[in-house]
């Protein structure tokens, strides 16, 4: 991990709100950015801040999420993704991000993600597979 992981970097992504981006259950004319969408987008926003920091073989994964959404960004519009390293704690990281379309701030809160050994993670994954496959699941 870099010395350069410090708070306060600070990264911001514009996307466009595309169909598959969007809630389908209230009609056509509803199609408005879905919440989990918008997680996901801020989640890759925040691990992209800090990869750089980090080295090839170390990556982060989310572990917490404190989401607000706020408003409805319509399909077609774009959105701007800002996120804020605020914490380093070890491999502990926390970021507070906004979310704001042409109009209005739609989205804002708190992610928290964990950084972690590539290779040690894969052999903890590959043990679980055993594990499960020893209880039948």
Known sequence: ????????????????????????????????????????????ACRD?????????RDSVGTRVELD????????????????????DGNAVAFDFTVRDAVEEVGRGRHHRYIVGIEKTAQRLKAKVAKAAAAGG
Do not use: N
């Open 1 to 44: 991990m870099s010395e350069t992981l410090q708070p306060g970097l600070t990264l911001t992504r514009r996307i466009t709100v595309d169909r598959d981006r969007t809630i389908s259950f209230m009609g056509e004319d509803c199609r408005v950015y879905a919440t989990p969408l918008m997680l996901y987008d801020v989640e890759f």
């Open 49 to 57: 801040l800090i990869k750089p920091h980090l080295g090839a073989e």
């Open 69 to 88: 959404h706020i408003g409805a960004t319509l399909l077609g519009m774009w959105v701007d993704i800002t996120v804020t390293l605020a914490k380093v």
